[in-house]
């Protein structure tokens, strides 16, 4: 099992819960991490054994690309003790946000295939990259985020509020980019089209809950592709409603399709992969590798 101290909601007391549901019935060996190159280390000692994430989705994204780099995932089983700020990637396969079921799904869950998002310089996605203003509003709301992260009542973490609130402030950026973008080779929109983000979609849900690719599913060998044109004022916020009710796909300002390989071009544009900021960049690409690895999920 491997931990990270920033993995966002984390709980010292439901942990050790979690723990000792999984040693009644198997040895697990903790190993705390807090830099990306430690992660090597503890890769090799762990063999074949089964590697767990208690940690959000940066924690995981963290534990699935080193394993890709070693070349190592393909024989790896992952599961998961979500502790995140939004656990996103849980969200949509279903584990539980308690850790002690999240635990005995560990233990009695089912193994399956899920896929894997890779771009052209090798870097994975394990669940969402989105670039326009999904990417603005990651990008500001990773700040407030930080600074919201260690006030909260109870079990309510404000870190939680960092996305809507880069959401929010993100609205106020220019009106859109102009995007050339490819789904397996055929051009979908072109720059005489400005648009609001893009997104691909490997999970459904980013930002602690928004379904911002609502039919993405890891398992089906494609990725889904939500491309949002609505510009103007009025159309933000027909967008932004539908968007919090999972239904903003179904606008007639919003293409929605799937496929197996995107390619975006033309504008200077910011992407969020996974919650990582980068940019801005000019072109990206990014493909899927179906059953990429295991995973440890509900029956």
Same mark, same amino acid.
Request: negative net charge.
């Given at each position: ?69 070693? *070349?190592?995932?393909? *024989? ?31 233990? *009695? ?70 995007? *050339? ?119």
């Amino acid at each position: 099992m491997i931990t990270n101290d920033d993995a966002g909601t984390g709980d010292d007391e439901e942990l050790r819960a979690a723990l000792d549901i999984l040693r009644e019935s198997c040895s697990v060996d903790l190993q705390a991490t807090s830099q990306p190159g430690e992660l090597d280390g503890v890769l090799q000692r762990a063999g074949s054994r089964r590697i767990i994430v208690a940690g959000g989705d940066g924690s995981l994204h963290a534990v699935i690309a080193a394993l890709y780099r070693r *070349h190592e995932l393909d *024989h790896a089983v992952v599961g998961l003790l979500p502790m995140g700020t939004g656990n996103d990637f849980a969200r949509t396969l279903e584990i539980p946000l308690e850790l002690d079921e999240a635990a005995r799904l560990i233990l *009695h869950g089912e193994v399956r295939p899920m896929d894997l998002i890779v771009d052209e310089l090798g870097e994975v996605v394990v669940n969402n990259v989105h670039v326009g203003a999904g990417a603005q509003a990651s990008r500001r709301g990773a700040r407030w985020k930080e600074r919201l992260h260690s006030l909260g009542v109870g079990k309510v973490n404000l870190g939680k509020l960092g996305y809507p609130i880069g959401a929010v402030l993100a609205a106020f950026e220019p009106p859109g980019v102009h995007l *050339h973008v490819e789904l397996d080779g055929r051009v979908v929109t072109d720059l005489d089209s400005p648009v609001l983000m893009v997104a691909v979609g490997n999970g459904a849900h980013v930002g602690g809950g928004t379904a911002l690719t609502p039919e993405a599913d890891p398992e089906d060998g494609q990725v889904d592709v939500m491309i949002s044109h609505a510009i103007g004022a009025r159309a933000k916020l027909g967008y932004a409603l539908r968007l919090r009710r999972g239904s903003h796909h179904e606008r007639d300002d919003v293409q929605y399709l799937r496929g197996s390989q995107v390619t975006i071009s033309g504008d200077a544009f910011w992407i969020s992969a996974d919650g990582e900021i980068s940019g801005p960049e000019r072109h990206r690409s990014w493909h899927v590798e179906p059953e990429a690895y295991s995973f440890i999920v509900p029956a």
